[in-house]
């Protein structure tokens, strides 16, 4: 080994030496998959919200989807499931004066997920396969309260 | 320096397991009850208590139930670490019309399916879920 080598060595040593660093390898495995078998079955324009839930199971989430001025609504059901592994590394330092520390995950990554979109009649509309954040609408602010007569107040 | 290096390693190993329930588990007997075009939503709170979510549809509403359960295995090789974090639901959706009858519903029944596992070893089999699904049906839950 070189005296180049050997000094950078040491000079690591010396700094990572109050320092705590951790490698871990970690999967993370949350619900139940949709097999795009299941979906296969399914028909856009025929098959209903109860042949959708016998063959998909109980979805994560349900939101209301394509509400008219009479209070019709339609309904989006998402479902999502992760099987994901990956290496994390955290390095943590501290003494009286400083500390802090840093961390890096690999499986906190995009979750696989699957939306049907279902009309007014609870007919299948269509469905998707993608990522939760794709597919889930972007998160908006409530609409203002009105009283009956329509005034905002 | 070798053995020194594996005995080391050695008094710094270690494993730890961890379960987390969130609600209790949703009885399928209960669930066989509920007919749609007859139940109420009155019924079925009746049944399963307060649900966790409703969300409504316009007119028509939906509630959700579930119980979750996670098991994670942690094995500390000293500066390396190794977990495997394996989560399952219980899970019910129930629509209901503008007269709060019961118009469809959707369960997932999956929380005895979650394993402590290694991530390495593969769970989650058709066989084991099947072994499972059998135990659970026998303790009547």
Same mark, same amino acid.
């Not at chain 2, 469809?104 to 399916?113: D, N």
């Given at each position: ?5 050997? /000094? ?13 660093? &951790?490698? %871990? ?9 949709? =097999? ?10 025929? /098959? ?10 109980? +979805?994560? =989430?349900?939101?209301? *989807? ?6 019709? %609504? ?5 479902? &999502? ?11 943590? *330092?501290?003494?009286? %004066?400083?500390?802090? %520390? ?25 469905? =998707? ?11 908006? =602010?409530?609409? +203002? ?7 905002? +107040? | ?7 080391? @390693? ?19 007997? #209960? ?9 109420? $939503? ?14 409504? @549809?316009?007119?028509?509403? #939906? ?23 394996? $989560? ?20 997932? @029944? ?20 099947? #072994? ?10």
């Amino acid at each position: 080994m070189s005296r180049a080598a050997r /000094s950078l060595g040491a000079a690591l040593l010396v700094a990572t030496l109050p320092a705590c660093i &951790t490698g %871990s390898y970690e999967r993370v495995r949350l619900q139940e998959p949709v =097999r795009e078998t299941d979906l296969a079955g399914l028909t856009p324009g025929q /098959s209903a919200l109860g042949e959708c839930l016998q063959r998909l199971g109980a +979805p994560w =989430r349900v939101l209301e *989807y394509d509400v008219d001025v009479d209070g019709n %609504s339609g309904a989006a059901l998402l479902w &999502t499931w992760r099987d994901a592994a990956g290496w994390g590394l955290k390095a943590e *330092y501290g003494d009286e %004066s400083v500390s802090g %520390s840093v961390s890096y995950d690999a499986v906190a990554a995009e979750q696989p997920a699957c939306m049907l979109w279902f009309d007014h009649h609870l007919v299948l509309q269509r469905w =998707r396969l993608g990522t939760a954040g794709d597919l889930m609408p972007r998160r908006q =602010r409530p609409a +203002p309260f009105a009283d009956d007569a329509g005034a905002r +107040p | 320096m070798l053995h020194r290096a594996s005995l080391l @390693l050695l008094l710094l190993a270690g494993c730890a397991f961890g379960r987390q329930d969130v609600n209790e588990p949703i009885e399928d007997a #209960a669930l066989r009850t509920f007919a749609p075009g007859k139940t109420t $939503a009155a019924e079925v709170v009746g049944k399963l208590g307060a649900p966790t979510e409703v969300v409504q @549809l316009g007119r028509r509403s #939906a509630y959700r139930y579930d119980a979750t359960r996670t098991k994670s295995t942690i094995l500390f090789l000293g500066i390396v670490n190794f977990a495997n974090q394996d $989560a399952r639901q219980d899970r019910v959706w129930l629509f209901f019309d503008d007269k709060d009858v019961l118009l469809h519903y959707g369960a997932t @029944l999956s929380t005895h399916r979650t394993q402590y596992a290694l991530p390495w070893e593969d769970v989650h089999e058709p066989e084991d879920h099947a #072994a499972r699904d059998a135990a659970r049906k026998e303790s009547g839950r």
